[in-house]
């Protein structure tokens, strides 16, 4: 039976794979980097954990984020180059997402990070009800 990664696995091993990790300002290695901030942020994860997954700020994954927005928002021809490749890659993943589980997930529920990441993944039907 073949395994699925899951999205966070895949995103390791892109960053790794891409050198996304490294100081680097070209700019098709920041509009990749910024592409997965979005995409881990629309998952519901915090601006700090992915901030560790980039061994970076997590100001620095905030104004990624806005960067990126932005220049969907004018279309901007380069981003979309520079993405779709990943862009192609995650979609086929979102088809094999396996779901979560709500109640698991509210009665592990300690803090309020924990509630927003909850609240996220309703907002984007993560979960099988």
Do not use: C, P, W
Request: net charge positive.
């Amino acid at each position: 039976m073949r395994q699925i990664k899951s999205m966070v696995d895949l995103i390791k091993e892109v960053i790794e794979k891409d050198g996304l990790k490294k100081r680097n300002r070209e700019q098709h290695i920041v509009h990749r980097r910024i592409f997965l901030f979005n995409l881990l942020r629309e998952k519901g994860y915090t601006f700090e954990y992915i901030a560790r997954l980039f061994n970076m700020n997590h100001a620095t994954v905030l104004h990624g984020i806005k960067r990126y927005k932005d220049l969907l928002s004018i279309n901007d021809v380069r981003l979309q180059i520079d993405t779709e490749r990943y862009a192609q890659k995650f979609d086929d993943l979102e088809a094999a997402v396996i779901k979560y589980n709500l109640e698991k997930d509210v009665r592990k529920a300690t803090t309020l990070t924990d509630l927003d990441i909850i609240k996220r993944r309703l907002d984007n039907g993560m979960y099988e009800i």
